[in-house]
């Protein structure tokens, strides 16, 4: 793509990049995206939007390799794209398209070191959304399966700083690479919009209760989620509330009950969970208060 046919980018956001930090000969760098018209998540996403923004792959230039996972819309496999590894997520329902085009579609909006870049889309007899791969998988597996002789305190405090940061609210849709960075997979936005509290699919183990209650979704909301997260992360991937079954968790939150720190987890990440769930989000700290004590932990740790 180009727009003074000098300076060549492989697709929008690269250009958008470029541009944003630097005029480069147009009249203004770019400051501030417009507005879509009208609510730019539920218009409808065509395959031409994506041909357009360069990110459209042909099925000849990608190899589908052996099955890595499971999602929500599709089987996930391993593959290769010119000369790189990829993950590559194959749409098994058609009539979820729109939903997973939108994520697709999201995806094409944004790039960050600590989220999973999406590399293009094939859409042909069946669609498939191609990403950089991810050695290690999600968080959860990758928890499980190193436990405590692999994964040291300090990877647990780095995985948790980088997961607040983000906001990234539950460990499977944290993904892991060879580097052990941890990127956002997941970018919410088309799970959210369908999963009503009655669809069976919601996170209630993760949501705080004014959210589930009147669907207060807010930081503090964030918040009570994030201490799930960090539990998670200091029981090596156990899944919350062990023996409660899923609905009678609410009753019991409601009533003040709360998990208890996990094997071995220091009393001040404890703490930090503790406060995370108190039961009236104004007494629940703000995530930069979080950080900084996550921060200081790290420091004593080794
Ligand atoms: P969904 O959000 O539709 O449920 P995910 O994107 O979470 O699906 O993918 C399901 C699983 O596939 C993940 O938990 C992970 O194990 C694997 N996976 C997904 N994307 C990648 C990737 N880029 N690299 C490696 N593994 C991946
Ligand atoms: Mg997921």
């Known amino acids: 793509m180009t727009i003074d046919e000098e300076s060549y980018f492989g697709n929008l956001a690269e250009l958008v990049e470029h541009y944003s930090n630097d005029a480069d ?10 507005q879509k018209k009208g609510s730019s998540f539920s218009s409808v996403v065509s395959a031409q939007d994506f041909q357009t923004g360069g990110w459209s792959i042909l099925p000849k230039d990608l190899f589908v ?20 590894q990829v993950a590559i997520k194959q749409l098994k329902d ?5 939903t997973f085009l939108k994520e697709a579609s999201v995806m094409t909006s ?36 190193r436990g405590r002789s692999v994964i040291t ?11 607040l940061v983000h906001r990234d609210l ?5 993904l892991v690479n060879e580097e052990n960075t941890a990127k956002v997979s997941d970018f919410g936005l088309a799970k959210y919009g369908d999963h009503s509290l009655e669809s ?20 503090k909301s964030d918040m009570w989620s994030f201490g799930i997260l960090l539990w998670e992360v ?7 509330y062990p023996r409660i079954p899923l609905a009678d968790v609410v009753m019991h939150v409601e009533r003040g009950y709360r998990m208890e720190a996990p094997e071995g987890c220091p009393k001040k990440i404890y703490n930090i969970m503790l406060k995370a769930w108190e039961l009236d989000p104004k007494n629940r700290p703000t995530f930069k208060e979080v950080l900084e004590m996550l921060k200081e932990e790290g420091a004593t740790t080794v």
Not at 25 to 34: D, S
Not at 65 to 83: A, N, P, T, W
Not at 154 to 160: A, C, E, G, P, W
């Open 25 to 34: 000969g147009l009249c203004t760098k770019l400051i501030m995206p417009l």
């Open 170 to 174: 539950a460990a499977r849709n944290i």
């Open 94 to 98: 058609k009539n979820s398209a729109q």
């Open 110 to 145: 944004v790039r960050h070191p600590n989220l999973v870049q999406l590399i293009g889309v094939v859409i042909a007899d069946t669609i498939q959304l191609v990403t950089e791969f991810m050695g290690k998988g999600n968080l959860v597996e990758y928890l499980r399966s």
């Open 200 to 219: 069976g699919k919601f996170p209630i183990k993760w949501t705080a209760p004014e959210a589930l209650r009147e669907s207060k979704f807010t930081n």
């Open 234 to 240: 200091y029981s090596f991937g156990r899944v919350p």
């Open 65 to 84: 390799g052996e099955l890595i996972g499971k999602g929500e819309f599709g089987d996930v496999y391993k593959g290769r794209y010119k000369d790189h």
């Open 153 to 163: 305190k300090k990877d647990q405090i780095n995985f948790s700083i980088k997961a």
